[in-house]
């Protein structure tokens, strides 16, 4: 199994990376929260690594940090949770966010995840709570959402990052146009940031596929 993989990065998106490392090139599923971390493209990475095997499948899903992967293998324990799943609920929602919705039962939180819903916020809420307390952190409406014409070059691609873990395109452009107001001038990993916030914070609904 790899458990962990250090390389040249070759391609970034925000949902996967492609690693090179002792001239294979490795395709690896990544959070957003990673995305915007690993660095720029030809650069040095190293990630933790969950190997998913099945009979006709090996993925590999990549991590920051063990405290991220460690959650993500918690998330997999929950009945009807695969690999993909985890991966957007990671992406959905600042990492200490979603440790304390878990916490404090919060449904709300969780339902305004793409891809979750209730019956899937209850199981992660019923079978989680006693579970991550290691992972525990040190402990107004929006506008209209604007024409996609108006962002920024960094703001697209928040956009588009957004977009790729099923966010509904005015709530997306909505959040970035709130998150601008937050990080004036910020680069894409705070802009990302904020834009999460708000959106994990049920000012916007995302789109239930």
Do not use: C
């Not at 959070?31 to 493209?41: A, I, N, Q, R």
């Not at 998913?52 to 460690?70: C, I, M, N, P």
Request: proline letters at 5%.
């Amino acid at each position: 199994m790899i458990a962990h993989l250090r390389g040249t990065l070759l391609f970034k998106k925000s949902n996967k990376v492609i690693i090179e490392a002792a001239g294979v090139g490795y395709e690896v599923f990544i959070p957003l929260s990673t995305f915007y971390e690993v660095g720029e493209v030809g650069s040095i990475v190293a990630l933790h690594i969950y190997t998913h095997v099945r009979e006709d499948t090996l993925a590999l899903y990549g991590f920051q940090s063990e405290r991220e992967k460690g959650l993500f293998e918690k998330l997999l324990s929950v009945s009807g949770v695969g690999p993909r799943l985890a991966v957007t609920i990671l992406s959905g929602v600042e990492t200490q966010d979603l440790i304390a919705a878990l916490r404090g039962g919060n449904l709300g939180v969780l339902l305004h995840i793409p891809g979750v819903g209730k019956k899937t916020a209850e199981r992660l809420i019923l079978e989680l709570r006693d579970k991550i307390q290691e992972f525990a952190a040190e402990e107004a409406p929006p506008a209209p959402p604007p024409s996609a014409a108006s962002l920024s070059d960094i703001e697209q691609d928040a956009l588009s990052a957004l977009l790729n873990v099923g966010y509904a395109r005015p709530n997306a452009e909505a959040a970035i146009i709130e998150a601008r107001k937050e990080q004036p001038g910020g680069d894409l990993e705070q802009v990302l940031r904020a834009a999460l916030r708000l959106l994990s914070r049920r000012f916007f609904a995302p789109e239930k596929r």
